[in-house]
């Protein structure tokens, strides 16, 4: 168990539809990392964000938006879903968010139907 | 952009026999890390090198950091099926706080 929750586990829906995943990091880490994993596309950094501000960004769509709030806890919202954001999404966690291993939850599963 | 390049993308091996993964860097690595991944499972932490020429070892699991190839190796000696699963190499891309993933490798061990 890497300390890190992430609900919910399964999600299934329909194209068009806006749906939120959040997650918990392990206790006592700031930095809350959240990744896309595809077949086609592999493990892809989507933001990262550090004691509530966002710290990095790589290839996350406008249509997507996440957010770190004050307890910690991180959200990743998802709106106007296409059939290709079907995917594994990852959240991780670390203490200080550079130089240093990241824990990782055991993934959202979307499927847009 | 930086982007790590795994070799093999999959490997089916024979119980007892020893394997190598590599990572290469489209740039310069400041550090490198290896996690596993079980099957539709979260990524597992193993190894994370620093320094050119480093090399770290856990179990039957080594892994070797070449600053100047921009290439890292995970060796896997005796193989068992309990080391099936995903590996996947990375790194903080240059200049920014963005930790990327590479393309992976797929392990297959059997009996």
């Known amino acids: 168990d890497s300390g890190v929750t992430q609900t919910p586990k399964h999600l299934i829906t329909a194209t068009g539809q806006r749906v939120t995943l959040r997650c918990s990091p392990r206790?006592?880490?700031?930095?809350v990392y959240w990744y896309q994993q595809s077949l086609d596309q592999g493990l892809q950094f989507l933001i990262q964000?550090?004691?509530?501000?966002?710290?990095a960004k790589g290839n996350i769509l406008e249509r997507f938006s996440a957010q770190q709030f004050p307890d910690l806890h991180s959200e990743l919202n998802l709106s106007s879903l296409e059939l290709g954001d079907s995917a594994l999404y990852f959240c991780?966690?670390?203490?200080?968010?550079?130089?240093?291993?990241?824990?990782f939850g055991s993934g959202t599963q979307l499927s847009v139907l | 952009s930086q982007e790590l390049e795994q070799s093999p993308q999959s490997l089916i091996v024979q119980e007892g026999k020893n394997l190598t993964i590599n990572c290469t860097s489209s740039?310069?690595?400041?550090?490198l890390y290896w996690y596993k991944q079980k099957y539709g499972e979260g990524l597992i932490f193993l190894m994370m090198?620093?320094?050119?020429?480093e090399e770290k070892s856990h179990e039957k699991i080594t892994a070797k950091l070449d600053e100047k190839k921009q290439q890292s190796s995970l060796h896997i000696t005796a193989s068992q099926p309990s080391h099936a699963g995903i590996y996947l190499c990375?790194?903080?891309?240059?200049?920014?706080?963005?930790?990327?993933f590479g393309t992976g490798t797929r392990l297959q061990v059997f009996p």
């Open positions: 991780a966690s670390s203490l200080r968010g550079r130089d240093e291993k990241l824990f």
């Open positions: 206790s006592g880490d700031l930095s």
């Open positions: 964000y550090y004691n509530g501000e966002e710290r």
């Open positions: 740039k310069t690595l400041y550090g």
């Open positions: 090198l620093q320094k050119g020429g």
């Open positions: 990375g790194a903080e891309a240059s200049n920014t706080d963005k930790l990327i």
